[in-house]
């Protein structure tokens, strides 16, 4: 890339990983502070947590479409406004539904999509699988890193401090927004059945879909992993970094050599079907495993080896698939399926988890990952 190039979607990334700091942060914490609020169930402890998933569905096809219609940076803006409200509404909230609200109002501000297409638009297309690669480290960073100070954060503020803080990075966000070009639009078109077919192909259908099941998994695991460190006696909320950070550190290594084979050898495929493989055997692990500190510490790299590797692929294959002029609304197709499968994953894990028990939601993300294995067998080339 050139020095331009690597700028802007150093920009870009900075962006996205700020934003998915503060909607993950949650994540390792939550379902063990959320008896903070009242009239709180199982259920409503993973609609909160994915609650952002299901307005961040709705709204990125209509922020892709507007972004091509009016200019990607203005669409940045409210997004992120939208996200720092509700963020401030979650921040001040005593019961679990205001909870609710204010996180559906953070992933109303979806802005996955537009920063995805301005990557995109900035970066020539030869070096655009390196920076939609990069991209996807930096959110699976930003994961990481979530999972490092959500539990700090927590413990010292509360989990009302972490709102507060959360909010504060949408603020960062927004000063590194402004500091992107003014682009034009692009050409316009109208929304039509003819333009959904041409963006929802076999090929994007598939990506869709890897991305829904990956996010969907990540946040049902995430209803009962925090409660499984405690409920064992692994480590006690605060002290959660202490096996997180070697296991960001040791999944990282792993992934390196996976992302090698893929991009130099041409071997996408290859690998892709290997991660799904480490996701399911790390559920069907979590499920069944007698969980002590070394136990939970394997499986948790296993896991996270295999998230960073998809989280990192996926990007750049979704940018093979959508054309220049229609790249907004297809982005946003598929970020649509990536926030859907973290509400339906919030959903149904705390379903599961209130009618079947904790450990049963590790048996529904290890069927889901046996499913996706499954299609994704049919993608026809080593390229894709």
Request: hydrophobic share 55%; net charge positive; proline share 3%.
């Amino acid at each position: 890339m050139t020095k331009l190039e690597r700028s802007f979607a150093l920009k870009i990334s900075l962006i996205m990983a700020t934003r998915m700091l503060g909607l993950f942060m949650i994540f390792p914490i939550f379902s063990v502070y959320a008896d903070h609020y009242t009239q709180v169930t199982p259920l409503l402890i993973g609609v909160a947590i994915g609650a952002y998933g299901l307005t961040q569905a709705f709204f990125q096809i209509p922020f892709g479409y507007l972004s091509d219609k009016y200019g990607r940076k203005p669409l940045l803006i409210i997004g992120l406004i939208i996200f720092f409200i509700g963020s401030l509404i979650a921040a001040d909230a005593s019961d679990i539904y205001q909870v609710v609200v204010g996180r559906a109002l953070q992933g109303a501000g979806a802005i996955s999509a537009v920063l995805m297409a301005f990557l995109a638009d900035y970066v020539s297309e030869d070096e655009r699988p390196k920076a939609n690669a990069f991209v996807g480290v930096q959110i699976g960073m930003a994961f990481m890193l979530a999972l490092l100070l959500g539990p700090i954060i927590g413990h010292q503020f509360g989990i009302s401090g972490l709102f507060w803080i959360i909010a504060a990075l949408s603020i960062v966000a927004l000063l590194v927004v402004a500091t992107l070009p003014n682009a034009k639009p692009k050409k316009q078109y109208t929304l039509s059945v003819n333009n959904f077919k041409k963006i929802l192909t076999p090929d994007l259908i598939r990506l869709d879909f890897s991305v829904f099941a990956l996010h969907l998994i990540l946040t049902s695991a995430f209803i009962a992993i925090p409660i499984f460190l405690i409920d064992n006696n692994i480590l006690s909320i605060q002290d959660n970094w202490q096996i997180y950070l070697p296991v960001i550190v040791l999944s990282f290594l792993g992934m390196i050599p996976m992302i090698i084979v893929a991009t130099k050898f041409q071997k996408t495929k290859t690998i892709f079907l290997l991660s799904i493989f480490l996701l399911a055997l790390s559920q069907i692990l979590f499920y069944q495993t007698a969980l002590n500190y070394a136990t939970f510490f394997i499986i948790l790299t296993i896991f996270f080896t295999a998230f960073n590797a998809l989280e990192a692929l996926l990007p750049s294959l979704i940018a093979k698939t959508a054309s220049s002029e229609k790249r907004g609304l297809a982005m946003g197709f598929y970020a649509s399926s990536q926030f859907l499968g973290a509400f339906a994953g919030g959903i149904l894990g705390g379903w599961i988890y209130h009618t079947f028990g904790l450990n049963s939601v590790f048996l529904f993300t290890t069927f889901i990952a046996l499913i996706w294995w499954l299609i994704a067998l049919s993608m026809s080339t080593e390229q894709h």
